[in-house]
């Protein structure tokens, strides 16, 4: 099984940035442009989890119909790893990985794979969101 030190050597090797902000929970930092992404060591998985954005205070749930059903769409369609959820308000791109069988490749795609998802749908997910306006 992976231990907190094989996790933070292969943390090293992905080319990330690691925070520890927590015991067993680390912020990792890629890329300039990349996301943060929070990995939470807690046996016997570890979790990744990716904000992606917030949605606005106030809205109803049948004003956010056409963001849910396009978060399912992804889910079903586009995502290899991980998948998109709310929790608190926020929209987030999460993973669990086992640690049994867990190895570097594993950690990095489903790194990767939450990044990617998160840059390149961004746009048409913000669409979705409702706006709220004064008047």
Request: hydrophobic share 45%; aromatic share 8%.
């Amino acid at each position: 099984m992976i231990n907190r030190e094989d996790l933070e050597s292969f943390f090293i090797r992905m080319g990330v940035e690691a925070e520890e902000v927590d015991e067993n929970m680390w912020v990792l930092e890629g890329e300039e442009d990349a996301p943060n992404v929070v990995v939470t060591y807690a046996p016997p998985v570890i979790v990744l989890r990716l904000k992606v954005f917030d949605l606005p205070e106030g809205a109803r749930d049948d004003q956010l119909a056409p963001l849910f059903r396009r978060l399912l769409e992804l889910n079903a369609s586009d995502l290899v790893h991980g998948s998109y959820g709310i929790e608190e308000g926020d929209v987030a791109l999460s993973d669990a990985l086992d640690l049994e069988t867990l190895d570097f490749q594993e950690l990095r795609n489903s790194y990767e794979s939450i990044v990617f998802g998160a840059t390149t749908q961004l746009k048409e997910l913000a669409q979705l969101v409702p706006v709220a306006h004064r008047g």
